[in-house]
């Protein structure tokens, strides 16, 4: 029961922020519900921009991955991101803060729609954007259900043919842990908005950012310190091949995952995240730490994943997800079993930023952009659209619960995300780019970078679900999905690739390529609305005057 109520006071915590940031905050404003404002310090703008992007995607995915691939898997997304996003951030996430407190955007959306002045294309993305969104959200779901699943095991008696034994069991089930975190996170989203958001995840980011180490320490000690574990991994004949790269990971995936941290920046919670700084300052200090964050993170997380390997052989891909549950409860104390659990719900409840940034979408890009007048201004009163967003959100979090539950150990939390948001976000990284920084770039072209990415998302999904019936077994060679291809479609024991490369490449390269040749063939955009986004330089002698 300890992990329990110590988890439960964390959850009641976070709710309290989240109503303490309503209670300073302006109710009746949508700019100070969706984007606090565009007042965030630096401190809060760093822990909260770091935070909303490491869900449970990165302590519960990264781990249960390593637990079945190994320590290379720390080179698959940690080591490139360190230095991808923070660029991105910086070169990218700069740019849309400055266009966005110029002329009011409060998403992406916004800004690319009246970038190129295409309703469709602003449309079109929302749906695609929001598409890709809500797995994103429904892995947070599912990661607080295995947590509070996990964290609530206790022994009970069993009484059979007069025989009595003792089983584990949760005293809160999956489904009702996921419904708790779902729950609270609609609360605080729907009253503090982004305020109470950003105040949420900078507790939670200075909870799991202690969390990696201190459970590591204690684990890694219990079991006669690091040192003794490695070398007995080494010689055992199944995990040694943990403690290598090659034999788990080819070199055509692991350079194919280096193109995944471009979806960091069209993550619609991390561009909104970037509008909601007070300076243009407070980028610095998040481009120098954030590397330092995401060691701090991920480090420990596949190190316990690749030991758990040798404590729990032969779990599920689903049940892989809570391998650093099972260490915590095994090799730690009650009381500090609670506390590190607390920091894992930290890294969870990450999910709020994205109900939140979904909200923002579906009011701003939908609702006030269908209801304005002659004007262009919406018909709706400003009090309107902000508790339309609070409604939105207690929709969205209630749909995410039904999803976790239907996925309930049939999807890992690694692959789920990888295959379906930051792929198809990573592929559109070339649309924004283009936008940002290129004048020539035209809304044709963005629109057939659109459908090439919804086309070939739905394409992998497709050739996904046609060959689970065959896939290779973990430690097999690929299949060739079709044999008069050869080797153009394989299938591996998780994935499909393409030439052995994840679709991601592709993708990312194929809308790129169309960026470039659709904007060359179309006609360029009006010249109002290239002044407006790359305005002229004056000539010395009109500054003179």
Partial sequence: MLPTIIVGVYLAIVLYIGIFAFRRGKAASSEDYFLASRSLGPWVFLLSLFGTNMTAFAILGSSGMAYQRGIGVYGLMASSSSLIIPLTILIVGTRLWALGKRFGHMTQVQYLRDRWQCNVLGTALFVLTAAMLVPYIVIGVMGGGEVMEA????????????????????????????????????????????????????????????????????????????????????????????????????????????????????????????????????????????????????????????????????????????????????HTPTLMAGILGAGIMACVMASDSQILALGTMFTQDIVVHYTKGADGKSRLADSTVAWTGRLFVVAIGVVSWLVAVALKDKEGIFELAIRFAFTGFAALAPVMIAALFWKRSTATAAFMAVVWVAATMIGTWVLQSHSDAFAPKPGQAPVAIFQSLGGMFLRGPKTVTIFGYLPVMPMCLGSALIMVIGSLITKPPAQHIIDKYFPPKPTPGAVAA
């Fill in 151 to 330: 964290l609530s095991m206790r022994d009970v008696a069993v009484v059979k043919n007069g025989v009595t034994s003792t089983v584990r069991e949760p005293l809160i089930g999956y489904s009702l842990g996921g419904a708790i975190v779902a729950l609270v996170v609609m609360s605080y989203v729907f009253f503090g908005g982004m305020r109470g958001t950003a105040w949420v995840n900078s507790f939670q980011t200075i909870l799991f950012l202690c969390f990696g180490s201190i459970a590591f320490i204690f684990i890694s000690k219990s079991l006669g310190g690091f040192d003794a574990i490695m070398q007995k991994m080494s010689v055992d004949p199944k995990l040694g091949s943990l403690l290598q790269r090659q034999p788990r990971i080819g070199k055509e995936e692991f350079f194919s995952y280096m193109f995944i941290p471009l979806s960091a920046i069209m993550f619609p919670h991390i561009a909104i995240m970037c509008m909601t700084a007070e300076k243009i300052g407070h980028f610095k200090k998040t481009v120098i730490a954030y590397p330092l964050c995401i060691m701090a993170i991920w480090l420990p997380s596949v190190f316990l994943g690749v030991i758990a390997a040798s404590q729990f052989p032969g779990l599920s891909e689903g049940q892989a997800n809570d391998v650093i549950l099972r260490m915590l409860q095994t």
